[in-house]
């Protein structure tokens, strides 16, 4: 089992969709959870951490399930801006850097 | 612009020939990371530093790569007898050590070996 799994992609969406992406990790005993947003040729970008209660900010929302080992990421209403890769990032066993997985790109339509 | 910051930003360089990478990370971060990025994969972890300290490596990074940050501050990552797999966008990052493990990339090196 790779240590952190993406949904494979690409996501296609029209604008005010609801989208959601799913991420597993091998890791059990990892305690940091991110998501990064990469725009074509760019650097990855802090989206949001995700915390065991979970989290949300504006139309974002970031869930983590220990026991089955995911976290998720839900966009809503949708915008044209959203469209981009989404990069799920776990902490490594030691705690001292981050995995990523492979990405899921969303493409948001008009 | 406080931020991370790599030069340089685009090499093309003849296979068998070195290059080296600069990065000076945000200023009193004590962590500092390289990663490597092809087309259509995730950022790939390839070595750490804790101020000067070259703390682990991933097995990624071969004989031919070094990596190093000898004042604690801006670090240089060096390829040498480059290949054409080692064609990549390198990205550097750096993370205060505190309030968990949040990192922040710099805009990537985009390295074409021809």
């Known amino acids: 089992r790779k240590e952190v799994e993406q949904d494979p992609g690409p996501f296609n969406v029209p604008e005010g969709a609801t989208v959601a992406f799913n991420c597993t990790y091998s890791n059990s005993a990892s305690q940091s959870f991110f998501w990064y947003r990469q725009d074509c040729r760019k650097e990855p970008k802090l989206l949001m951490s995700v915390y065991s209660s979970g989290n949300e900010d504006g139309r974002f929302t970031a869930q983590l399930n220990r026991a089955s080992q995911y976290i998720s990421l839900l966009i809503r209403d949708s915008k044209l801006s959203d469209s981009a890769t989404y990069l799920c990032a776990v902490a490594n066993q030691a705690g001292t850097a981050l995995i990523f997985g492979k990405g899921t790109t969303l493409s948001v339509s008009s | 612009d406080t931020g991370v910051s790599q030069d340089p930003r685009h090499k093309i360089t003849k296979r068998g020939q070195n290059v080296t990478f600069r990065c000076d990370p945000i200023?009193?971060?004590?962590?500092l990371y390289w990663y490597r990025q092809t087309l259509g994969q995730g950022p790939e972890f390839l070595t750490y530093?804790?101020?000067?300290?070259?703390?682990?490596k991933s097995r990624l990074l071969s004989d031919r790569f070094s990596a190093e940050r000898p004042k604690g501050s801006f670090s240089t990552l060096e390829i040498q007898r480059t290949e054409q797999g080692d064609s990549a966008m390198y990205l550097c990052a750096s993370s205060p050590g505190t309030g968990g493990n949040t990192i922040y990339f710099g805009e990537g090196s985009w390295l074409t070996v021809v």
């Open positions: 530093f804790q101020n000067e300290a070259q703390l682990e």
């Open positions: 200023s009193e971060h004590n962590r």
